[in-house]
């Protein structure tokens, strides 16, 4: 009954913003650990920010200061706001939930949805 669907992935060039939406088929973005990871060619997927049921976030190194993550609760919509993209940020953009947060490792996610790309040209 737990669906995930991204969307707003798209091409853009370096220094450029996007936003990201993760649409749920239920309320778990106000009562799971809602998360953003991130997968390019030939390497692990990695996640990128977290915001756990009581409105904590946190970040990984490597998008903190750029990326924001939130959600709008009666829409039942998890957003990954991401500013001065840099062509290392391209790769498939995933949003992951699970009951409790467990860091940044994807093995600790339950609930996937099927990933937007994301093209950053320099």
């Known amino acids: 009954q737990i669906q995930l669907v991204e969307s707003g992935g798209g091409s853009v060039q370096a220094g450029g913003s996007l936003t990201l939406s993760c649409a749920s088929s239920t309320d778990i973005v106000n009562t799971y650990c809602m998360t953003w990871h991130r997968q390019a060619p030939g390497k692990g997927r990695e996640g990128v920010a977290i915001m756990d049921s009581d409105g904590s976030t946190t970040y990984a190194d490597s998008v903190k200061g750029r990326f924001t993550i939130s959600k709008d609760a009666a829409k039942y919509t998890l957003y990954l706001q991401m500013n001065s993209l840099k062509p290392e940020d391209t790769a498939m953009y995933y949003c992951?939930?699970?009951?409790?947060?467990?860091?940044?490792?994807?093995?600790?996610?339950?609930?996937w949805g099927q990933g937007t790309q994301v093209t950053v040209s320099s």
């Open positions: 992951a939930a699970a009951p409790v947060c467990g860091g940044y490792d994807s093995n600790a996610y339950s609930y």
